[in-house]
């Protein structure tokens, strides 16, 4: 159970989970800076899990990180007791089964996927629709070798804690959670289902490369395109349910966070994952109407 809690502290989000096998190159990172008046805030478009030597950041994105009094995340992912706190609220109650809570066909191209991957289908049982997704997700990431304890989020974490800089959640784990359990059933199943068909025609190495090239280029167009077309393979209702539920709001409740942290420090470092950076109804793009002057900075040619 430890196993899979540690995977899942940092797999709470669907897309953008993964960092490439090599070293971010200059100038080539998701970074704006922000400025109202003295306050300073500096958005870090991140990347959840990846691999040793994606590090080090580029020299820009160190200065940005060392200049700033605060650090904010989505979520503190290194606090286990919260994560293990929250982990209810992925599981059914006693009695129910995760086949139970799907369609037949979809119920039996979920057997068909598990025992493909020589995974038990126990492992799963307990599981609600997302979680059951989040646990494949990270399964299929640990196949690449991709790891969360390289991940961006626990990076800064755990470089904030040495330094006793504080750290500043926009979100809980729970609240994280609980967001995805109040995902309609449709969804939930639609999303499990895309995730099995991914594994299935094997595209799930292919995305992970055309998301980590784009992230590493800074390719903030791209991404977002790339982003874009993962929604449009949902029906439309569950697009939109997707995109209000697990972006726009959220955005909205990172920009009252980010508020919050900047009125006690001058300078705020946010790292949250890029999708809530790019795109309409980004975090970013609040920021502007919230009076920000936003500036994209970029490293200096290698």
Known sequence: MRSFVLHLRHLLYVLLLVANAVAAQEGSSLLWEARAGAKTV???????????????????????????????????????????????????????????ELP????????????????????LRPLKPFMAMLALVAMEYGKLGYAPQYGLDHHFAQRAKSAATPIVALESIEGQLRMMDGLSKPLQQAMLKLTLDDMVNGKVAPMVASLVSAWRRGDARTMHELLTSE?????????????????????????????????????????????????????????EKAGYSLKRLVGPTP
């Open 42 to 100: 500096y958005l870090f478009g991140t990347i959840h899990v990846g691999k040793a030597d994606m590090y080090p950041l580029p020299k820009h994105v160190e200065t940005a990180f060392h200049a700033s009094t605060a650090l904010a995340l989505e979520a503190d992912i290194t606090d286990m007791q919260a994560v293990q706190a929250a982990m209810h609220l992925g599981m059914l109650p006693q009695g129910r089964t995760l086949e139970g």
């Open 104 to 123: 037949a066909e979809l119920a039996q191209q979920l057997h068909r996927t598990l025992a493909a991957s020589g995974v038990p289908a126990e492992a």
């Open 231 to 287: 929604s449009k393979r949902l029906p439309a209702p569950l697009a939109a349910e997707f995109n209000q539920k697990f972006l726009i709001g959220r955005n909205r409740q990172m920009l009252a966070g980010v508020e919050k942290a900047i009125a006690e420090a001058d300078t705020l470092f946010v790292a949250v994952g890029a999708m809530h950076l790019v795109g309409s109804g980004s975090l970013s793009e609040l920021m």
